[in-house]
C-alpha cells in the first residue's frame, strides 16, 4: 500500500556523494592556492641562475661612468667602452671567464665585482689602462673563444687578455646562440688562425643565421582537429585569459622550473655524501673539445699581438671531497700550465688565493666552489691588476 507521506531514506551513496562533494572542493580550492602562492614566489626564478647559490647575486660594473662588465648579450655595450678608450689611446686589458667573475655572494651596499676593483687599483696607480670584463654563466671554452671573436671582428684587439681558466666548464657542451649571436661571418684568415675550434663556430654561427632566416620566412603549417573550431577559440580564449588576467598561471613555467631543479639537487649532494666522491668528473672528450677552442683562441690572441695572462681560478679550499677527482683537475692544471709557458703567456696559480671564509653556499647548503664574497672579488680583481702591471710595466 502506498503511503503519501512516505519520504524514502536516501541511498547509502547518496548519502556520500554531498561530503564527498565538499572534500572534492575544498581540495581543489587549496590547490588553486597553494598553486598560486608557489607560482608568485617563483616569479623570479631562473634555472641559469640557480648554480649562483644561496644569497649569490649577479654584477655588472661601472667605471669611469662607462660599463665595463656584462654577460655575452651586453657585448654592444662593452664593444662601446672598449672602442672610446681605443679612441683615447689607452691599452685595453680584456677579461674573459665565467660566473665566478660577476657572482657575488652576501652582497653589502656597494658591492663591486673583481674587475671594478682590478679597474680602480690600476686608476690609483697612475695607469691609463682601460679594463673590460665580458662573463657568462658556465662559458666554456667555446662561448670564451666566440668573445675574443666578437671585439677581433669589432677591430678592439686587447693589449693585454685575460683568461679565467676554472677547470668545470670543460665538460660544457655546445655553443650558446647569444654568442653565435654576436658575431658575423669569420673571414679566412681568423679561420686559419683559429684552427678547427673556429671552423666549427663558423659552421654553428651559419646554422644559427640560416635558422633565424628560415624562421622569418617560413609559414607555419597547422593541420589539427580542431583547427577554425569554436574548440580553438575558446581554449586560445582561456589560456590567453589566464595569462594576461592570473599572474601565476603566467610564471606557471618558473615553478615548474624551480620544483624540477629542488628535488634533483638534494638527491644528487646526498648521493655523493654517502659515497663520499668527488662530485664532477669531466669527460676526456668534451675535455678535448673544449681545450681546442682554448687554443684557437690563444693562437688567434697570439697573432694579433695581445698579451695573454691566463689564470688558475679560485677554489674552495678544504673541501672533502673536492669537487673533483684531484688527480684529474691537477693534470689539466699542469698541462695548461706547460702549454701556456710554451707559448710565452703568463701563468698564475690563483686556486688557493680566497680564504674558505670567504666563500657562498650552494642552494644544497652546501659549500659553494666557485662563488666568493666582495672580499673575495677585492683580492682576485687586485691579484690580477698587479700581475698585469708588473708584466706590462
Known sequence: MHDA?????????????????AWVIAGVTLGVVLFHVSALRSADFSPDDVALGRNTVAFTAEHGGRRISGPIPEFPALASTA???REAGRPLVLWLGASQLYAINNPEAG?????????????????????????????NAHELFCMYLAFHQA??????????????????????????HILRPLDPETLR??????????AERARFAAGIAAKSAATPVKRTATEGTPQERLEAALVDGLERHWSAWAVRGNLSAEAETWWKMPVTTLAFKV?????????????????????????LAAADGARVLVYQAPHNPGLKPFYHPRGEYDRAQAALEADCRARGFDWLD????????LWGETNNFTPDVFHFRVEGHRLLGEAIERAVAERDG
Open 350 to 357: 690563483l686556486e688557493k688565493l680566497v680564504p674558505a671564509g
Open 193 to 202: 688562425l683559429g684552427g678547427a675550434a673556429a671552423a666549427h663556430i663558423e
Open 5 to 21: 507521506n512516505f519520504t524514502p531514506e536516501p541511498s547509502a551513496s547518496s548519502r556520500e556523494r554531498g561530503p564527498r562533494g
Open 83 to 85: 672602442r672610446a678608450a
Open 275 to 299: 659515497f663520499d666522491r668527488p662530485q664532477v668528473h669531466v669527460p676526456d672528450e668534451m675535455a678535448a673539445w673544449n681545450l681546442s677552442a682554448l687554443h684557437g683562441l690563444f693562437d
Open 111 to 139: 658591492a663591486r665585482t673583481a674587475v671594478a676593483f682590478a679597474a680602480a687599483a690600476a686608476e690609483a696607480r697612475g695607469s691609463r689602462a682601460a679594463w673590460v670584463q665580458c662573463a657568462s654563466p658556465n662559458s
Open 155 to 180: 677591430g678592439l684587439i686587447p693589449s693585454r687578455l685575460v683568461v679565467s681558466f676554472t677547470y668545470d666548464d670543460l665538460k660544457e657542451p655546445g655553443i650558446r646562440d647569444s654568442a653565435l
